[in-house]
Structures are given as structure tokens and as C-alpha cells.
């Protein structure tokens, strides 16, 4: 991330880490079907809140990073959060003047077409998934969106991210 | 680029960004590592006399089972001589931890804190426990490696039951954690309870690791084959420590010594 005109580079690339740390920490069995899409939340806040820095190359490398933390078949969530990111900026000037509810239920459709992607390279290539999965982890997604927006907004605020 | 993962081209991208991974996996371990330490440090001295206690016990058991396997040894190997048989020697084996880390929850995967910066490890190898096989590695990076569980539905692992030498195919079942022997005809002799080992053919796991128990055996007249179940003898979802395999190339032995794992190395 080049720093010319910019700050806190290090606040967007600490928010990512904590985010794949997030998306691998070891759960329950049962709970573990539940889990947000950390990493995509994050992507979708940033891509909000400074759509010239963070778009779909970052999308594409955080999805890589996640396609091998988790040992999936690489490029499958890579191709999911890059065409997040994607919506994303093409919407954001209309989703940022959303209230945060009305936010939620947007990331709801962005994140079920996320796992629905991922769903599809997985059915392409033969492996096992359930469409229940789908719908616990848009679910959770939405409901953990106002937490991940405040939290990143006040990071943004506090360390003047720009 | 996703068509691109059938093949090993982009492997050397993969085990890139795996480096770049890897602090992230051990960040995420830390605390299970952390608390290990903790109970380590802070049990109590009784607990400690209780355990070594037992363990003293176990020890003591185990080495007169061992008085009993060399004399046993010995004389397999005399006998293999008269009968001029290949003679097995014992593999070599590396321990490693598992990180604790979730991967993909439709997929029994484990991620190992081993990788080829340590030893020369290989796809495909073999890992046990100290109970059974565990599974064999799929990904291998520079500091640490991903295996595959004999319960990921992408599994298969050829068994033979060791009360008859009946051989089979341990195929994974996903979710619940048991294994399936697919085409075994509906009068197959094989009960429950019966004993399943690894029968070395597929030449990735060695022969006679103990695989599997078998726990449920449903045979329906109008299908033509047999509904078997069985459970891991391993610890998959306990485990913390497994034991790398490297399979010796020579020709298939009889039956190899689970209980030889006390050194970190065998020669």
C-alpha cells in the first residue's frame, strides 16, 4: 500500500490479520457452522469506507491469503471477495448513506452470493457443502455486521485512516 | 488459475503465501499453547505424583509387553529366513503437533506444525497417532503442512480385517466421524467389533496399523451390498501429537510394531 497521500496503512492490514485470525480460530463443532465471514466484512467495511484504497486487488489477495489459511482450493474465495469488492464499490455511495440495519440486510445478499461462489468452485470440484451453510453464515454475517462497523469506524476515526 | 490447482504449477505460489500464513496460524495457536503451559506450570505436586505414579505403571506394563515382542521378534525374523522372505525393518517416524486451527468445517483436515524446513516430508505421507492411523499429509509447506483425515469423504484408506485377512476399502464419511467399507457382499464375513487394519496395499500407509473398528454391520437382502460402518481407532478430534511416517520401500511386511514409538527417531 503506497503511503504517499495516505496514513494508516498498518490499521487496514491489522484489521485484515485479526480478521483471517478470526476466520480460523478453532470452534465447536456446531458453533463452527455458524461463523461470520470475517475477512469479507472487513473487505466490504474498508471498500465502504475509502473505496480508492481497498478494492478488488485486496479482495483478491485477502481471499488467497484465506483460500491457504484454510487449504482451500486456491482462487475459490479469491474470486468470491473480489466480486465483493467489486459490488461493493460499485454501491457504496448508495449503502454508506444506509442506516446500519439497512446496511445489514445488504450484507446479507453480498455475503450469501459470497458462499454461493464458494459453493460452486466446491461443487465443481466434488466436494461435500450444504446450502443450510449458506444461509447460518449470511446470517451471522449480518448479524455481526454493526459490530465490525463500529469497531472499524472508530479504528478509522481514532487513527485517521484515509 | 482455479483449473490451475489440478495440476502443481501454482504449488510454489501456495506454499508463498502459506509462509505469510503461518504467523496468523500460530497467533490463532498461541492461547491453546498458552494454557498447556499454564497447567503444565501451575498443577499441583500431588497431581504430579499421581501421574507419574501411572505412568511409572504404564511404563512398567508396556516394557514387559516389549520383553514379549522381541523374543516375538526374533523369532519372525528367524522364520522369515527359513522361508526366505523379504525381512521388514521398522520405519522411521518424526512427531508432530497439531496446530489448533479450524479449517473448512465440510472437510476433516489438520493442520501439522511440521514442514519441509524440517524434514524431508512428502504428499501422501502417512501420520498416526498413538492409537491408529490418522491420515496422510495433502499440502506440505516450509513450516508447516496440512493433512487429510481418513474421515474426509475424499478418503480412502484399503483395510483388511485382521481376524481374516478380509480386505476392504475404508472410505471416509464426513460429518460423523465413521468410516464406510463400500462393496462388501452381504455375505462377507465381517461382524462387529471386528479389528480393521491397514493392509498396506495402495503403497501409501504401511501394513498393520490398526484403521478403524467395526461398529455397525447392516446387510439388506435387496441391496447388493453390505452396509458397514466403522469407528477410528484413532483419537482424530483428541490427538495432540502425531507421528509422521515414512514407510519402508521394501516389500510389504506382515505386520509392523505400533508400540515402538518411544524415541522422536527410529532408525
Request: hydrophobic content about 45%.
Amino acid at each position: 500500500m503506497s503511503l504517499h497521500d495516505h496514513h494508516g496503512g498498518w490499521v487496514i492490514a491489522l484489521s485484515f490479520v485479526l480478521a483471517l485470525a478470526l476466520s480460523i480460530v478453532p470452534l465447536p463443532d456446531n458453533l463452527e457452522f455458524f461463523r461470520p465471514e470475517w475477512v469479507a466484512l472487513t473487505l466490504i467495511y474498508w471498500c465502504l469506507a475509502l473505496p480508492a484504497r481497498v478494492g478488488v486487488g485486496v479482495g483478491w489477495f485477502m481471499g488467497l491469503l484465506l483460500d491457504v489459511s484454510r487449504d482451500a482450493l486456491l482462487g475459490q474465495h479469491a474470486l468470491a471477495l473480489a466480486l465483493i469488492a467489486f459490488l461493493t464499490l460499485h454501491l457504496h455511495q448508495r449503502m454508506r448513506v444506509f442506516p446500519i440495519w439497512q446496511q445489514a440486510a445488504g450484507i446479507f445478499v453480498l455475503i450469501a452470493l459470497e458462499c454461493l461462489i464458494t459453493l460452486w468452485v466446491k461443487g465443481l470440484i466434488g466436494e461435500s457443502a450444504s446450502l443450510w451453510k449458506l444461509f447460518a453464515t449470511a446470517t451471522t454475517s449480518m448479524l455481526a455486521w454493526p459490530l465490525v462497523f463500529l469497531t472499524l469506524r472508530h479504528a478509522r476515526r481514532s487513527y485517521q485512516v484515509n | 488459475m482455479t483449473l490451475d490447482q489440478r495440476t502443481d504449477y501454482i504449488q510454489s505460489l501456495r506454499s508463498g503465501l502459506a509462509t505469510v500464513v503461518y504467523p496468523i496460524q500460530y497467533l490463532v495457536n498461541l492461547p491453546r499453547e498458552f494454557a498447556d503451559w499454564g497447567s503444565d506450570t501451575f498443577s499441583s505436586r500431588r497431581e504430579l505424583q499421581e501421574q507419574n505414579q501411572q505412568l511409572r505403571t504404564q511404563n512398567q506394563l508396556l516394557q514387559a509387553q516389549v520383553q514379549k515382542m522381541t523374543f516375538i521378534e526374533s523369532e519372525n525374523r528367524h522364520l522369515r529366513e527359513l522361508l526366505k522372505s523379504s525381512k521388514r525393518s521398522s520405519e522411521r517416524v518424526l512427531i508432530g503437533e497439531l496446530l489448533s486451527v479450524d479449517l473448512d468445517p465440510f472437510r476433516k483436515q489438520v493442520v501439522i506444525n511440521k514442514g519441509s524446513s524440517d524434514e524431508k516430508l512428502y504428499v501422501g505421507q502417512p501420520i498416526v497417532d498413538a492409537y491408529g492411523v490418522m491420515g496422510k499429509l495433502v499440502h506440505v509447506y516450509k513450516y508447516n503442512s496440512t493433512a487429510m483425515l481418513i474421515t474426509d469423504p475424499n478418503h480412502a484408506l484399503p483395510v483388511q480385517v485382521i481376524r481374516n485377512g478380509l480386505r476392504a476399502i475404508a472410505v471416509g464419511h464426513g460429518s460423523d466421524g465413521l468410516l464406510e467399507l463400500p462393496h462388501l457382499p452381504n455375505n462377507a464375513d465381517i461382524q462387529v467389533g471386528d479389528l480393521l487394519v491397514t493392509s498396506g496395499l495402495g503403497c501409501v500407509f504401511p501394513v498393520g496399523y490398526p484403521a478403524a473398528r467395526v461398529v455397525e454391520v447392516n446387510t439388506n437382502p435387496s441391496l447388493p451390498f453390505a452396509r458397514v460402518l466403522a469407528e477410528p481407532i484413532a483419537r482424530l478430534d483428541r490427538s495432540r501429537e502425531v507421528l509422521l511416517v515414512w514407510p519402508t520401500d521394501e516389500s510389504l511386511p506382515d505386520m509392523s510394531r505400533p508400540c515402538d514409538f518411544t524415541a522422536e527417531e527410529i532408525q
